[in-house]
């Protein structure tokens, strides 16, 4: 199946700082990318939906400021995460889809906050 | 919305034994169904998916049959092992449409 690379894999950062997270579809042109948070023990929510070119859509309850989305090519999106704070500590993984039945999924990034 | 119920875990089976996880879903239309596996500190795999219904999905031993009759998408091996031992997440959607995740199922395969 086609690859979706995400990167970094785990990332510790000081409280208040920023964290980019990248997501690649390294064999596909990704026309849409999602973003999930997976809390401990719990299913995935979906952060937000990214076309390629256009502004994301973010699900309610999450944070546009907080949650920068970034789908600037067919190939990379970017998850921002501004001014992180220790509840924002989390499982972050995307997917990217080329219009095909299924979506592919990263390998994730374990952001912890400290 | 849509929506996916699956049976809450953790399950723990011994090696060889049979495995059914239950999945119901509620969904418009007819999506696409998967079933996803995350191994400790790893992100997910896709496992087998199911396209239409009726449709038998297979993948290392494991099966589902979507079931539209029954809104199910039910998980079966028929002989475990140890390295079976995941999260199981049932899913529905795909393509351009959000992936809607069950809560998913701690499976425990003990030797």
């Known amino acids: 199946g086609a690859v979706v690379s995400q990167h970094p894999s785990w990332v510790i950062c000081k409280s208040g700082t920023s964290v980019k997270i990248e997501c690649r579809s390294l064999?596909?042109?990704?026309?849409?990318m999602f973003w999930y948070r997976q809390f401990p023990k719990q299913s995935l929510m979906l952060m937000a939906t990214?076309?390629?070119?256009?502004?994301?859509?973010?699900e309610q309850g999450v944070e546009k400021d907080k949650f920068l989305i970034n789908h600037a090519s067919l190939t990379l999106s970017t998850l921002t995460v501004t001014s992180a704070h220790p509840e924002d500590s989390s499982f972050y993984i995307c997917?990217?889809?080329?219009?095909?039945?299924?979506?592919?999924f990263g390998q994730g990034t374990r952001l912890t906050v400290v | 919305g849509d929506s996916v119920t699956q049976m809450e875990g953790p399950v723990t089976l011994s090696e060889e034994a049979f495995l059914t996880i239950n999945c119901t879903y509620t969904?418009?239309?007819?999506?696409?169904l998967f079933w996803y596996v995350q191994y400790p500190g790893e992100g997910l795999q896709l496992l087998l998916k199911?396209?239409?219904?009726?449709d038998k999905g297979s993948n290392k031993g494991f099966e589902a049959t979507y079931r539209k009759e029954t809104t199910s998408f039910h998980l079966e091996k028929g002989s475990v092992q140890v390295s079976d031992s995941a999260v199981y997440f049932c899913?529905?959607?795909?393509?351009?449409?959000?992936?809607?995740f069950g809560t998913g199922t701690k499976l425990q395969v003990i030797p």
């Open positions: 997917s990217a889809t080329g219009g095909g039945t299924e979506a592919f």
């Open positions: 064999d596909f042109q990704a026309t849409t």
């Open positions: 990214s076309n390629e070119g256009s502004k994301a859509t973010y």
């Open positions: 969904a418009t239309g007819y999506p696409s």
């Open positions: 199911a396209t239409k219904a009726d």
């Open positions: 899913a529905l959607g795909g393509g351009y449409q959000k992936v809607t």
